[in-house]
């Protein structure tokens, strides 16, 4: 498996509080990604990037932020953390745009 | 919008039978990945398809890209327990994009 480590793997919390998920690689991948994984839904991508200080939005950002001020890190951060955010959460990484990604072992996150 | 829809949404199979999946874009697509999740895992990456009508073959599965790259099947001949788990298209449409759209996936059981 790729270096891609997930922190925390497991987090419960109460709604309007911030959650900030971290995902870090030793692999010096240029992409990195944020997916949420409900069912019926399959991976949703929320927001990736592509270079420090570079990312953009995929389909589900509302109510996410992201930063990624060193290669090997990208934080995801839940605002005013909401009951529809309860998902599990991956981050992947990938050398360069549109080919394979690997993927962390994600986040179970529940929001009460 | 771009749509891929992955069908079936569940299989349930006795070991031993073959299993199909199939992914199907309303658009022309570049390239096309398969990914499968095991219960409880992360997605891992299988294949990447690229030109028209190929076929690539990973012992017991079977990888085919449609002629008109808009479609694309995995096939799984004689399915044991190992093969248990959700298996995800992942499209790219090409262009200036870094995304993969990820299918539904299909949730596929074998019973010994």
């Known amino acids: 498996d790729a270096g891609i480590t997930q922190s925390p793997r497991h987090k419960v919390t109460e709604t309007g509080t911030p959650v900030t998920l971290r995902c870090h690689q030793t692999?010096?991948?240029?992409?990195m990604y944020w997916y949420r994984q409900d069912p019926g839904h399959g991976l949703r991508l929320i927001h990736y990037?592509?270079?420090?200080?570079?990312?953009d939005k995929g389909e589900v950002s509302d109510g996410y932020s992201v930063s990624r001020s060193k290669t090997e890190d990208f934080l995801l951060t839940l605002e005013s953390a909401t009951s529809s955010q309860t998902s599990v959460y991956f981050c992947?990484?990938?050398?360069?745009?549109?080919?394979?990604?690997?993927f962390g072992p994600g986040t179970r996150l529940l929001v009460l | 919008g771009q749509q891929v829809m992955q069908i079936p949404q569940y299989q349930h199979v006795q070991e031993g039978e073959d299993f199909t999946t199939y992914c199907n874009s309303s658009?022309?697509?570049?390239?096309i990945q398969w990914y499968k999740q095991r219960p409880g895992g992360h997605p891992v990456f299988l294949i990447q398809?690229?030109?028209?009508?190929e076929v690539k073959k990973q012992k017991r599965l079977t990888f085919q890209f449609g002629e008109a790259k808009k479609n694309s099947s995995l096939h799984i001949t004689a399915t044991q327990t190992t093969d248990v788990g959700t298996y995800f298209c992942?499209?790219?449409?090409?262009?200036?994009?870094?995304?993969?759209?990820f299918g539904t996936g299909t949730l596929l059981a074998v019973q010994p």
């Open positions: 992947a990484i990938s050398e360069e745009k549109q080919e394979t990604q690997y």
């Open positions: 692999e010096n991948h240029r992409y």
């Open positions: 990037s592509y270079g420090v200080k570079d990312t």
């Open positions: 658009t022309t697509l570049s390239n």
């Open positions: 398809l690229v030109k028209s009508g």
């Open positions: 992942a499209v790219n449409y090409g262009g200036a994009t870094n995304k993969l759209i």
